[in-house]
Nanobody
Framework: QVQLVESGGGWVQPGGSLRLSCVVS????????MGWFRQAPGKEREFVAA????????FYANSVKDRFIISRDNAKNTVYLQMDLLTPEDTAVYYC????????????????????WGPGSQVTVSS
């Protein structure tokens, strides 16, 4: 079974930056696309960003485009999310997940239902 362990979250002031990491085990990492998702208090989980198996294709939610960068290191079985210019609206628990396919389609990622999630990493943006 896939194991997903997110880290790197914390508290940051508006305009600040954080870098999240997600270490994946239990699968052949470079067989899969990877996605980042987040869930704010009282809201449903939402798509943030996705990256293809080889890192060449990336797709972002409009709300984070031009502020967040997704990347991966297949030698380390790790996917990253560099988050800059953070705002209070970015406050959420952030999760990663693997997927068999990569699409430039927010509806595809929004429909994803996975049976298992890792613990997530809390990001809090406030002054």
């Amino acid at each position: 079974q896939v194991q997903l362990v997110e880290s790197g979250g914390g508290w940051v002031q508006p305009g600040g930056s954080l870098r999240l990491s997600c270490v994946v085990s239990g699968i052949t990492f470079d067989d899969f696309a990877m996605g980042w998702f987040r869930q704010a208090p009282g809201k449903e989980r939402e798509f943030v960003a996705a990256i293809s198996w080889n890192g060449r294709s990336k797709f972002y939610a409009n709300s984070v485009k031009d502020r967040f960068i997704i990347s991966r290191d297949n030698a380390k079985n790790t996917v990253y999310l560099q988050m800059d210019l953070l705002t209070p609206e970015d406050t959420a628990v952030y999760y990663c997940h693997n997927d068999r396919e990569f699409h430039y389609d927010k509806d595809y990622w929004g429909r994803r239902k996975y049976d298992y999630w890792g613990p997530g990493s809390q990001v809090t943006v406030s002054s």
